[in-house]
């Protein structure tokens, strides 16, 4: 059953809520009409279910806020960052204003129950493609009122620096969930002064540079993201929480496919049939009004449910992630040896009574790594006195700039414990 009612309008209300209170930044202002009915549309207040951060509340218990909060959040610092560059005598059209706005308040509108936990596990396509989707069909309700914004985002737009303004190495959406996740995990390795960047930005060859009395804070900026990632983002019990979150999925939709009913969880039940697994599906594929209706909600009454399954590797996975029993973590500097891993197969086998393949659940392998600069992507870039613009690394004077560029991993293996 559709959620959406095909003759739905969004009817704009004589009088708009011009103010939403934020505990970030005290007030986010809605600036139009329009953004007034995309927030009240229901593919947008979907969002208030979906968490941002996946299973961080395992660990970090205040964790609860949504991907909701972010994109207000990130609408904010996007209307900050406009006044500063028009107070600084950048050019930009109300036409260009209202697309950025709508592109930063919907780039995140694609995500799935939990997040990046499930990327790629109900419907196997990226969060930007899904994103995408959505923007698309908000812009036919909307009568075309979003192709700037469209644009924007897919980096289309002549103006290259508005689609900087969304998503690069330094962009608004950064700065929004390095702060708001720090805050909201209670840490202070995300803490960066948001303001003291945006008001450091302007264009140069319609390219988004930063005044070179901002450089200390880029390095802040990127020291901080390395330590939230290792902090937060990669925290062992979070990472292995949506490791086994991700291995229940697969394992009920093996059990659905050999037409164990006992899997079944509506409306769960149309996303783990095979047929959104082929890799095969483009944006006029999707089902967006049917994955419009998966939230977090979904997935925790499903393994509310399936805790209650006759299958054990199911009924594990479940009860554990509910519990907070979670499966027991080793990291090494090595991968993980096949040798150790047979063994660690054998040993959870024959403890539970299990063959190979049903083990293969509740053990398993990979690494984690965190980068927080690639210099192989669009630099940040560096404006200083004498006009002239440097890539990041090369007018940083700090002697650990290596540090923000190298890749830094982390092996393990997951298994319960032997």
């Known amino acids: 059953m559709d959620l959406y009612h095909p003759n739905l309008k969004i009817v704009s209300a004589p009088k708009k809520l011009k103010v939403i209170n ?26 208030r279910r979906i968490s941002q951060m996946g299973l961080s509340y395992l660990v970090y218990p205040g964790t609860h806020h949504t991907r909701f909060h972010h994109a207000l959040g990130a609408m904010h610092l996007m209307d900050k960052a406009i006044r500063t560059l028009r107070a600084k005598g950048v050019s930009i059209s109300d036409q260009e204003e209202e697309g950025l706005l709508i592109a930063i308040l919907l780039h995140d509108i694609g995500h799935g129950p939990f997040s990046h936990a499930l990327e790629y596990k109900l419907i196997h396509a990226h969060h930007e493609v899904l994103t995408l989707a959505f923007m698309h069909e908000l812009n036919k309700e909307f009568n075309g009122a979003l192709n700037t914004a469209i644009a924007i985002f897919k980096g289309e737009y002549p103006r290259a620096f508005l689609n900087q303004l969304v998503s690069s190495q330094l962009d608004v959406d950064r700065l929004d969930y390095l702060k708001r996740d720090s805050f909201y995990a209670g840490v202070t390795e995300g803490n960066i002064n948001s303001e003291r960047l945006i008001n450091t930005f302007f264009v140069v060859d319609d390219q988004l540079v930063i005044e070179e009395k901002g450089i200390y804070s880029v ?15 990669l925290h062992k019990t979070s990472i292995v929480a949506e490791l086994m979150l991700s291995k229940a999925i697969e394992r009920a939709r093996e059990l659905l496919l050999l037409n164990d009913e006992h899997a079944i969880a509506s409306p769960l039940d149309g996303f783990l049939n095979s047929a959104l ?40 996975l479940s009860s554990s992630i509910l519990d907070r029993t979670l499966l027991d973590v080793r990291f090494s500097e090595e991968p993980v040896s096949e040798e ?38 669009e630099p940040i870039r560096i404006l200083f006195r004498d006009q002239s613009v440097q890539d990041f690394m090369r007018a940083s004077k700090y002697l650990g700039t290596q540090a923000f560029s190298a890749i830094h991993r982390k092996n393990y293996l997951c298994s319960p414990t032997l």
Do not use: C
């Open 22 to 47: 934020d505990p970030v930044y005290n007030a986010v202002r809605i600036s139009s009409p329009l953004i007034f009915d995309i927030i009240s549309h229901p593919y947008f207040q979907r969002l």
């Open 219 to 233: 390095e802040k900026f990127l020291m901080a993201r390395r330590f939230m990632y290792w902090q937060v983002y």
């Open 277 to 316: 697994t082929t890799g095969q599906i483009n944006i006029e594929g999707i089902d967006i009004n049917g994955f419009a209706i998966l939230d977090d909600y979904d997935v925790i009454s499903a393994l509310k449910r399936w805790r209650q399954s006759k299958d054990f590797v199911l009924s594990f």
């Open 340 to 377: 150790l891993l047979k063994q660690t197969l054998s040993k959870v086998s024959e403890r539970y009574g299990l063959d190979e393949h049903q083990s293969s659940y509740l053990v398993y392998t990979g690494s984690l790594w965190n980068r927080a600069y690639d210099e192989t992507k």
